[in-house]
């Protein structure tokens, strides 16, 4: 059965390229029909965060996508240390008691390169053990083939046959000299003893596959299938990363700001990725149906943004043209956490006044204020007067449409053939009739249509602020 992973640190907020890598494996899954793992690699104690892990899942649950089997590394410790040792019983690691500070033990020394430490490398296997046994501490170290000119090979799904000889590998890290399992040793045991069948992660992985192979091998487990996804980079081309270009890359930041958790993915999946017809606007079915790692591209993908506007466009556009397909009533509860009051009965009328006028959803706080407040926040009165025309003509028209409005039924059709026929009483076109009314009982020119914000408002509302403009002139 296919099996994919993703294995996250808890070591800051969700990153738009880590929920990239979480969406592509989840999108592999369910097109083969395979088990989709999420694995919190937390072993790195002195970096992981609560707050950062709270952050992972809350991106993860915003995306809407969800995962088959769960597991947290750091539980696993016993499992990591038991097949490292696998290893060394089988000749193929050695134990390094050459003392270095923790944090050279995975790294190459400071003066370049290294291979190995030779004399550790060629210690007894008696003499090893004795001083284990003495309570010596050591760093667990892969034995890196170098008898002959070897090579390690790997197919990799996007950027094709990978090779890197043994005779430019250092002897890396397995366990480190407190005991804990390096990334490394970690995550293939994970991988082996969870049967992942393709490891789908981040292009910057790839130098550390040879390293996973020569680890499987040892283990005796067939490696599985890789394939390394192109970066994210920004406008000015460098790697798109939470230091240098901060919140702009967090999916809690998009989330926040009001995006739809289907068009961020939507988005998200064409960073990288395109189908076989160049379709953009695609429903989660068709993105299931038309995923495949051949239309993952080789070439880094771009993520664009401004100082000003965070916000990639077309992204932005993917967003408007979801929000501009959803159901009424979907629509109201996707805008209640942005509106000034979470007035679902009232967000039910005024959510298909917007639709076609937001493209985030926090933009109902700008397009929809009017609908929320008591009282209209103050606009100039030479706004009530229409055009070719007079305060004195602008008062007349509300005072006449104010009757109407006593009366009239609050529907949508019945309003615009009552002021339409005002309009008429007053030997004025219907646009000198509307303008005063719609700045009224909205405090602007730009409104959403006028008959159905009358209707969503109410009488006794539009009655109070059409008493509150006459007032004005």
């Known amino acids: 059965m296919l099996r994919v992973r993703f294995a996250p640190s808890p070591t800051g907020y969700l990153h738009i390229g880590s929920a990239r890598t979480f969406i592509f494996n989840w999108l592999y899954a369910r097109h083969n029909g395979g088990a989709m793992i999420l694995r919190i690699d937390d072993t790195d104690l002195e970096r992981n965060t609560q707050e950062s892990l709270d952050s992972i899942f809350d991106g993860l649950k915003w995306l809407d996508l969800n995962w088959d089997e769960f597991y947290r590394q750091s539980e696993r410790g ?21 003392p270095a500070a923790g944090d050279l033990e995975e790294k190459s020394h400071a003066g370049g390169p290294w291979l190995f430490h030779p004399e550790m490398r060629g210690l007894s296997r008696a003499e090893s053990d004795r001083r ?21 090979i790997f197919n990799d799904l996007v950027y094709g046959e990978q090779l890197k000889a043994t005779a430019d ?41 040879f390293k996973h192979v020569l680890i499987f091998k040892a283990l005796g487990v067939e490696p599985p299938k890789f394939a390394h996804l192109p970066l994210l980079i920004a406008p000015d081309g460098s790697k798109l990363s939470k230091r240098k270009h901060g919140p702009v890359v967090s999916v809690t930041t998009y989330r926040d700001a009001g995006f739809l958790p289907h068009a961020f993915v939507n988005f998200v999946v064409l960073l990288g990725w395109s189908p076989k017809n160049d379709r953009e ?83 109902v706080r ?108």
């Open 78 to 98: 016993d499992k990591h240390r038991e097949m490292a040792m696998k290893i060394f019983e089988k000749g193929l690691a050695y134990r390094d008691f050459t």
């Open 132 to 152: 284990a046994a003495a309570g010596e501490p050591f760093v667990l170290r892969f034995r890196v083939p170098r008898e002959r000119e070897d090579k390690v």
């Open 169 to 209: 590998m250092e002897d890396f890290a397995l366990l480190r000299s407190t005991g804990a399992p390096t990334y490394h040793m970690a995550s293939c045991a994970d991988d082996a003893d969870l049967r992942i069948s393709h490891i789908i992660r981040g292009q910057d992985h790839l130098t550390n596959t």
């Open 281 to 363: 606007v695609m429903s989660r079915a068709e993105l299931i149906d038309a995923f495949s790692l051949e239309g993952v591209n080789r070439s880094n993908a771009t993520v664009n943004f401004t100082a000003e506007d965070p916000f990639d466009p077309k992204a932005v556009w993917l967003n408007a043209e979801t929000i501009r397909t959803m159901p009424v009533e979907e629509l109201a509860k996707a805008l209640a956490p942005f509106a000034p009051k979470p007035d679902l009965c009232k967000l039910r009328k005024i959510a298909p006044l917007i639709q076609e006028r937001i493209k985030l959803l926090r933009d």
């Open 366 to 473: 700008e397009v929809a204020d009017f609908f929320f407040v008591d009282e209209l926040p103050p606009y100039p009165a030479s706004e009530l007067v229409p055009q070719k025309g007079t305060p004195e003509l602008a008062k007349s028209v509300l005072r006449e449409a104010r009757k109407i409005l006593e009366t009239a039924t609050f529907e949508p059709d019945a309003l615009e053939a009552a002021l339409k026929a005002g309009a008429e009483k007053l030997k004025i076109k219907t646009g000198q009739m509307y303008q005063p009314v719609r700045v009224a009982v909205c405090g602007r020119k730009v409104a959403p249509p006028l008959f159905a914000t009358l209707a969503a408002l109410g009488r006794e509302t539009a009655l109070d602020r059409m008493d509150r403009a006459i007032g004005k002139l």
